[in-house]
T-cell receptor, first 112, second 117 residues
Framework: SQQGEEDPQALSIQEGENATMNCSYKTSINNLQWYRQNSGRGLVHLILIRSNEREKHSGRLRVTLDTSKKSSSLLITASRAADTASYFCATAFTTSYDKVIFGPGTSLSVIP | DGGITQSPKYLFRKEGQNVTLSCEQNLNHDAMYWYRQDPGQGLRLIYYSQIVNDFQKGDIAEGYSVSREKKESFPLTVTSAQKNPTAFYLC????????????????FGSGTRLTVV
């Protein structure tokens, strides 16, 4: 069964607005990662947050992690048309190796 | 610049044929992975390898085979036993967790789109 599930499945916003995507998971994790995928391309790693961290920032990206609720959110502030892509959360279990499981993704459309 | 190179970008397979997808990395990463992505879906793990000459089945290994003879290379063969091979295939690599427990994200190639004709 899938470990992570993103919500919503699709999101459409105007340029300049903020975009928020959520990820829920089922079992204990070591870390949670967010990736972006432009159409027909590979995934690009955005941010990794460890289970003992609550919030991380990277440029216009803000990721939060609530281990008690088994959920994470990705916030993109002041969105741009170039942010149009699919966003995936990936969870890494508390194991000795770094196999991760990807959710089905959120498709974000930023309208100019 | 370091990175992962997947080739070819597009591949067409006839029924009953085996085809091999190439994945090469010059990042000096120990771990390498193969994922399959179907339209509108997430990634499903086919095989992964933590070190040279060792690899493990992922969630959907049936009909696929891999080898890891060199650290830099992790080719994937889609055999005729794979009944529905049309998909987008992604190769990734990662550094092992550090001695202090720091994790690193995956670096992905640009993918190979396989179509059965």
């Amino acid at each position: 069964s899938q470990q992570g599930e993103e919500d919503p499945q699709a999101l459409s916003i105007q340029e300049g607005e903020n975009a928020t995507m959520n990820c829920s998971y089922k079992t204990s994790i070591n870390n949670l990662q967010w990736y972006r995928q432009n159409s027909g391309r590979g995934l690009v790693h955005l941010i990794l947050i460890r289970s003992n961290e609550r919030e991380k920032h990277s440029g216009r990206l803000r990721v939060t992690l609530d281990t008690s609720k088994k959920s994470s959110s990705l916030l993109i502030t002041a969105s741009r048309a170039a942010d149009t892509a699919s966003y995936f959360c990936a969870t890494a279990f508390t194991t000795s190796y770094d196999k991760v499981i990807f959710g089905p993704g959120t498709s974000l459309s930023v309208i100019p | 610049d370091g990175g992962i190179t997947q080739s070819p970008k597009y591949l067409f397979r006839k029924e009953g044929q085996n085809v091999t997808l190439s994945c090469e990395q010059n990042l000096n990463h120990d771990a390498m992975y193969w994922y399959r992505q179907d339209p509108g879906q997430g990634l499903r793990l086919i095989y992964y390898s933590q070190i040279v000459n060792d690899f493990q089945k992922g969630d959907i290994a049936e009909g696929y085979s891999v080898s890891r003879e060199k650290k830099e290379s992790f080719p994937l063969t889609v055999t005729s036993a794979q009944k529905n091979p049309t998909a987008f295939y992604l190769c990734a690599s990662s550094k092992p967790r550090s001695a202090t427990g720091k994790n690193y994200g995956y670096t992905f190639g640009s993918g190979t789109r396989l179509t059965v004709v």
